[in-house]
Nanobody, 123 residues
Framework: QVHLVESGGGLVQAGGSLRLSCAAS????????MGWFRRPPGKGREFVGA????????TYADSVKGRFTISRDNAKNTMYLQLNSLAPEDTAVYSC????????????????WGQGTQVTVSS
């Protein structure tokens, strides 16, 4: 059973930056593909980005490409999401997910999810 805990959310002004973390336990982190989703207020869950087990070549949603960066530190069992040039439309609860298969992370069909961390961007 994989347990995921996000941290690092908060309130930031438009144009600002945040760094989210997703700490994993209960599994072999280096064998897990990881990803981020978000749920804006009143909307459905959106794919943000994902990274494979090695951390190479992350993939991103078009809406965040060039502004957000995913990385992972397998020695620390932690994945990160660097959010730059934030805009009010980035306001959402950000959740991390993990799966043994990369496609399951991208599809959002993994059974392993964190509780989420709130990111609020003021204009």
């Amino acid at each position: 059973q994989v347990h995921l805990v996000e941290s690092g959310g908060g309130l930031v002004q438009a144009g600002g930056s945040l760094r989210l973390s997703c700490a994993a336990s209960g599994g072999t982190f280096s064998r897990l593909a990881m990803g981020w989703f978000r749920r804006p207020p009143g909307k459905g869950r959106e794919f943000v980005g994902a990274v494979n087990k090695s951390g190479r070549n992350p993939t991103y949603a078009d809406s965040v490409k060039g502004r957000f960066t995913i990385s992972r530190d397998n020695a620390k069992n932690t994945m990160y999401l660097q959010l730059n040039s934030l805009a009010p439309e980035d306001t959402a609860v950000y959740s991390c997910t993990a799966a043994s298969e990369f496609f399951a992370v991208v599809a959002g069909t993994s059974n392993y999810w964190g509780q989420g961390t709130q990111v609020t961007v003021s204009s």
